[in-house]
């Protein structure tokens, strides 16, 4: 009588004998999974604060009664305690411009101003000079922007309201100019040195970051150091520097405590840099102390807070897709 054939299992894989057999195998498998979970939470944190910021602000329209157009349009944005619609007197108008005037002068001043020391450092100066500016650079950037401002308000303001906000020039282009100095030109001059250290940072990195052989390649076909710097190293290390530079408008953005203090704090629509202002992020930080649960102004501070985060959310979107094109252009 035939009997069948045994089946033979198949033969385990060399992947699984060698996984069975790593030591501590379990443990890489846990730490993996803390890392996925880690970066997840950001995801989940990211959503978890927009949807905070929208539940709450919604409720200026939808519970409160506020019109919508009113806080679009509202030239004004007075966080007084009032919880009757109709004598609410706030809009995004007035801080969103006064936002995008700070913002605007101080990226003005301090894209020309680090991207000039980040190339200065790197292809320029001597190696000690390097190390004592990055060093400096470095120490600047985690000062809290507070002691920019009390400098500012000791320093800048009276320098400028005695040497520049009276000359006929400057008054033309820039406007007349709030009383003591205080105005959105102030504060912005003085948020780009709190932006300044942040980018000499990233861009000193990035332009170090260039491999050897482009700088070599370049002198070797005859380039000077300006031009070596202007048409091989800066465009190959352009992903870098542009991702400083839109690091640099999210902290111009988010910048409260210089506003607040160098800004001059009116909160009616700004409409030459000059004049005193008062930006999203101050509007905030002086409503919240006072507002109570009743009135209007905490979901409209909710609002502005949601407004804020789109416009960093989407500044930093718009910074990926052209990270993205720079990359694929300059093949880094």
């Known amino acids: 009588m035939a009997t069948s054939p045994t089946v033979q299992p198949p033969p385990p894989r060399i992947g699984d004998l060698i996984q069975e057999r790593r030591v501590g195998w379990k443990i890489e498998t846990a730490v993996e999974w803390i890392i996925r979970l880690a970066a997840l939470s950001s995801i989940f944190l990211l959503f978890g604060i927009l949807v905070l910021l929208g539940t709450e602000g ?34 995004i108008k007035a801080p969103l411009i006064a936002t995008f005037w700070i913002t605007g002068i101080a990226i003005a001043i301090a894209v020309p101003l680090g991207l000039a020391t980040a190339i200065f450092i790197s292809e320029v100066a001597s190696p000690k000079t390097r190390l004592i500016i990055k060093s400096t650079a470095e120490v600047l950037a985690g000062v809290p922007t507070v002691i920019f401002g009390f400098v500012g308000l000791a320093l800048v303001v009276p320098w400028l309201a005695d040497h520049l906000y009276t000359k006929p020039f400057f008054t033309t282009v820039f406007g007349d100019g709030a009383a003591g100095g205080l105005s959105g030109f102030t504060a912005g001059l003085v948020v780009s040195f709190v932006t300044v250290p942040l980018i000499v ?40 520097i542009t991702a400083g530079v839109m690091l640099g408008v999210a902290r111009a953005i988010g910048e409260t405590m210089a506003v607040l203090i160098l800004a001059g704090g009116n909160s009616s629509v700004p409409h030459m840099p000059n004049d005193s202002m008062r930006t999203m992020t101050a509007t905030i930080a002086t409503g919240f102390g006072n507002a109570s649960d009743q009135s209007l102004v905490k979901p409209a501070l909710y609002m502005t807070g949601a407004v804020l985060f789109v416009i960093t959310l989407l500044s930093t979107m718009i910074a990926d897709v052209v990270l993205e094109r720079q990359r694929k252009k300059f093949a880094r």
């Open 201 to 240: 940072s990233i861009a000193d990195d990035a332009l170090q970051a260039v491999p050897r052989d482009f700088k070599e390649n370049a002198y070797a076909l005859g380039c000077n150091k300006l031009q070596a710097v202007w048409f091989v190293i800066v465009p190959a290390a352009i992903s870098g």
């Open 58 to 91: 919604l409720k200026l329209f939808t519970e409160k009664g506020y019109s919508v157009w009113r806080f679009i349009s509202y030239g004004n944005a007075e966080t007084s305690n009032t919880t009757d619609p109709e004598a609410f007197k706030f809009g």
